[in-house]
């Protein structure tokens, strides 16, 4: 079939995308991952998407082959839009929550980059173009790790542990996930390989991802593992090459388990370490499905529902921390987007399972990674947290899937006048620069964190000013705000900023115990007013989340500094159950 520029152009712009997706980040913005590999992402999706309007004008459907996962995508996608319409926060069903950005623009996408993947995607030589970027991701990835293992790493990142590398991922977790892809892909390179580039490919990358993951020590990477070497006798034609590999990465992976840190966490999870955090996580998710069984929370909703049924910490003390996500794909789907969610992903899943398995059978050395890789994701997302770095990885093994099935010839080319094309690509290069503004506010949120830190609160109020100028949307930026205006006693400035986080996102309760201290430094100031709207606004920080302390602290605080010395010992005793014994002597001494 002949090939356009335009495919090509297409191609190599999905292969940068997996590439960026895998290594960027920022470390001059406040959340130097998820946000900058997501900001990356969005931008490089207008150019493809204009391509894919161009393709289609110039060829109609035939650039697009025929799958039934086509379908799996849309009811994937209808649920989606189902559940957001209902969603408790839509900003953050169509945003994303702080630190993750998986809603709704997130879907749209992975959803772009499938198409441009079935699309781009037409023999092997293609699909070899997209590994290779992942070749360079994870060479960037594991050389970053390995530096941070042995105490080489060049930043300095704050509040971070450094026993456990993170890479380029930003958590030693979703780091691991994607070591359990990467895993899957080699096994299935190194089992489907047709030439020694394949084959020697296959071991590097086999042997580097088990030898990362010892010491990163996640344990799910031990799942995803086992997925993968589970379905490597999908292709029988492998077979005797399946058997010898799986025989031989079983071993390593025992003397993985037996001798290395990741062996040492595995053991205190099977004899009962943090078992009872996660069935706890588990347990609040199974009751907000319960709640709203049908469309659910809402894309990225997750951590209101958790909110909302998680177990009283007088119970289960780890219940006080609050959650993004259920750490299982079958949870975090039904919470979020209900059964009609979790029943359309489950026939993606499934479509998805059986149409790379057809593929690793017709071409081995292209289908078997998928495949495995793809096993590996869905073993490992059991236990795990999603990520953007590492939810591409659906997408683009049906994309790739897709491609190689059977395309229909493709229609003549409609020619485009040289203007219209022009417009075309200016237009999607405009909306790629979008993001600069958001992108900009994370840089300036560090250094409000950064100038506060070191009491420097004009600098702090500039950069806080700046965020909420650029980013205006994001109730954590209004926070900050506050917080900075707090630095230089503009009690009345910080309490509107409050108040613009609080109605943003109504149902935390840090922003309404920021209200409240605010409400009462004026009620100290003389604002008669002020006194009984800070008890107001504390108690409504409890109301929003009655198993959190932070409302029942900051009633305490200000009924000690009101002289409301009753009402600050009954409350003492309640934040005693939550762990906050410190607050019964402040209470005793109000006088």
Known sequence: MARSVWSRVLLGLCAFKIAVLIAAFDPSGLIAFDLPKSLASRAMVWPMAAILVILFVQHGRSILPRSHLHLAVVAVAAAWLLAASSAEDRFLALFGEDDRYLGLTYLADMIVLYLACAVAVRDPRDAAILYGAIAVGAVI??????????????????????????????NPDHFGHFLSVLFGLSLGAFIGARGRIGTVAGVLGVTMSLVTASFVATRGTVIGIIGSIVAAPLAPATWRRAATATLAVSVALAAVVVATPLGERVRATVSGGQVG????????????????????????????????????PVQVPAAAEPQSSAHNWVLDAAVMTGAIGLFTLFMLVGLGTFELVAVSRRVPNVGLPLLLGWCAYWAHGLVAVGSIAIGLVPWLALGVAVGLGSPA?????RRWPGWALAAVMIAALVAS????????ANRDALVMEHSSAVDDPQTALMAAE????????????????GLALDGLELWRESLDAYREAAARRPYEPIYWANVARSQGRLALAGDVGAREAAISSARRAIDVDPNASVGHTVLVEIAVALGMCDLARTEAGLVAAFGRTDLAQLATNCR
């Open 141 to 170: 990835a594991l050389a970053y790790a390995g530096a941070q293992a042995i105490g080489a790493d060049p930043l300095w990142w704050q509040g971070v542990s450094a026993e456990r590398p993170f890479s380029t991922f930003g």
């Open 277 to 312: 955090d996660r069935a706890m996580i588990y347990a609040a998710s199974l009751r907000a499905f319960g709640a709203r069984p049908l469309t659910g929370y809402g894309p990225d909703n997750f951590r209101f529902a958790y909110a909302q049924h998680r177990s009283p």
């Open 409 to 413: 010839p493709l229609q003549r080319a």
């Open 433 to 440: 620069a979008t993001g600069t503004r958001v992108f900009l």
């Open 466 to 481: 700046n965020a909420v100028s650029r980013d205006g949307g994001r109730a954590e930026n209004w926070n900050r705000l």
